[in-house]
């Protein structure tokens, strides 16, 4: 499997994050919005593709902010 280049780690781990912050939060909002009902799983994809675009920049941004907070408050 070829490897994607480090120069590209932070758009990456900003991606990831966002796919998976949205992915967790959305469910766990729907799920207590709505509860388990019948189209459970059609209203979780469209609360998980409305917060996906909002996500990803967030986490773009604020992953390199917090990882230079995290440096400097560990030793």
Not at 6 to 32: D, H, P, Q
Not at 42 to 48: E, G, I, N, S, T
Not at 63 to 74: G, M
């Amino acid at each position: 499997m070829k490897k994607i280049s480090k120069k590209y780690s932070g758009i990456l781990m900003g991606a990831m994050m966002g796919v998976f912050m949205s992915l967790f939060m959305s469910l766990v909002v729907t799920f207590i919005n709505l509860g388990l009902v019948d189209n459970f799983m059609q209203m979780w994809m469209k609360a998980l593709f409305l917060s996906f675009p909002i996500g990803f920049p967030i986490a773009l941004i604020l992953t390199p902010i917090v990882k230079k907070i995290t440096e400097r408050i560990t030793e």
